[in-house]
Structures are given as C-alpha cells and as structure tokens.
C-alpha cells in the first residue's frame, strides 16, 4: 500500500478510535489493533503501537467531561495507581505468554460479551442522594446548617465508597492495567461495566472516570513497549493525531444522549466488539 494511503487510513481509523474512546470510556484499540494488522503491522506491533494514541485522546475526552463534573477523582487515583503496575507486568507478559496472546484475547472477547449482556439486562444507576447536615455536631460548627444550606461538593461522591471499595479499585485496577498492557486495549472495556455493576456509578459518570483512568494507564504501557521495540511510529504517529478531533466529537455526543440510551449503547458495542475480537482470533487460530 502506498504510504500517503495507508497515513490517510490511519488518521481516520485514529478519529473513530477517539470517538469511540470519549463516548464509552475504552482506549478504542479494539478498532486502531485489527486496523493496523490489517495494513501489515505485526501482531505485537498491532498491540504496542496503538498504546500512544491512548493518552491524547482520554486527555481530550477527560477534560470535556471534567467539565460538566463527571470523573470520579478517589476512584481514577486507587484504580490507576493499581493499575499503572499491571500494565507494566502485562506489557513483558506480552512477550513471554505461548499464543502470541490469541488464547488471552478471546477470554477477553469473553468478559466483554457477559458484561455487556449484563450492562443491557441492567437497570439504570440512579445519582447519589446527598444527605443533608442538619446538627452543629454533625457538621462540625459551632451552629446548625438546615437542610439543603450547605454548598454541594464540587465532585459527586461515589455510592458506597469507602473501606470496601478500596481493595474493589485494586482489583479493578490490577485487572484493567493488566489488559491495557497486554493487549493494547485501554482497559475501559473492563472498568466501564466495572465501575457501573461493582461501584453503582451511573454509566455517564463511568465513563467519564474510566477514560480518565485509560489516559493514565497507557502512560506506563506505552513506556514499556516502547523499551520492548513494540511501537511502530509510522502507525502510532497518525493515530495520535486522528484520535484528538474525534475525542472531541464523542464526548460531545455522549453528553447529550440520555443515561438510559448510553447504557444500552455501551452494552451493545461491547457485545459487538467482542464479536468481532473472537471472530478474528478464531480466524488467526486457523489460518
């Protein structure tokens, strides 16, 4: 394939992996790997290469979102720190496991598919209840605050947080860096129906924070396989800048769709992603 051709492909299979990224959360690699597969990138360059244009667009995507007070702050910061840890052990497990990943891919295809029959089969995450300080004790101050008077706090608090949730991010987190290491696929499709089943947040607020977790988990992934020869930059280069307009086109429509139709519309294309992944890797499998 001509180079002018394959750089145009690839921008533009860069702005539909950002869409696809600000509107559901995931790294979007589950359309930039089997794309740059398909136009002669080898199966470990295919997972390295689409690492970089990860960052770039959850940073578009998470600063719309933070915006309009969406991200879930303590929850980016216990699944990420978790996370950056295995992404970097499934980055060299990348290189190390016998299949060239194929049998970790289609458990994979797997877990997208339950999560998103049980996304769709769900009921909608209603927003948190504050509760209203109503006694000088309970506030802290020397006089009462009735209900309803204090300012509400600058980031919604996630339902349930607390000591229990914090080994719930560890296990989230281990799970998803470990994805996004090995397989180049953000981890999103993981902490999405995760944050939305496990932490009861409501799908927008999912979304929002686990793009932002995505952003930080390519980080040491992206490092890694760089160290490791992984990144062909004659792929990741045009996916980084295709990925940035298309950020800003998915966070946009996510916005304006309805909590219930998101939820639905996240259920179906892991469904579908999982499809496709499966039916890729069976077809490697038996070539």
Known sequence: MDDGWRIAITVLVGVLTGALSAMF??????VSTPAIRAQGATPLESVGSTLPSVLPSAIVGT?????????????????????AIGAV?????????????????????????????????SRDVGAPVPVPVTTAEEAGLPDAIPPGAADPPPEPAAPGFGRVAWWRLAVIGAFAGGISG??????GVFMVPAFTKWLRLPIKAAIATSLACVGLLAIPGTLTHWYLGDIDWAFALPLCVGVIPGARVGAAIALRTPDAV??????????????????GELASLSS
């Not at 959360?25 to 589950?30: L, T």
């Not at 090995?182 to 981890?187: A, D, K, N, R």
């Open 182 to 187: 090995l397989l180049g696929v953000g981890g």
């Open 63 to 83: 600063l719309r979102y933070r915006r309009e007070g969406l991200i879930h702050w303590q929850v980016v910061a216990g699944t990420a720190a978790v996370g």
């Open 89 to 121: 052990g499934g980055a060299f497990l990348s290189n190390v496991i016998p299949g060239n990943g194929h049998p970790l891919m289609l458990a994979t295809a797997a877990l997208m598919a339950f999560t998103g029959v049980q996304l769709w089969r």
């Open 262 to 279: 998101m939820r639905r519309a996240v259920a179906v294309m892991l469904i579908v992603f999982a499809i496709v992944y499966a039916g």
């Open 25 to 30: 959360g995931v790294g979007g690699a589950v």
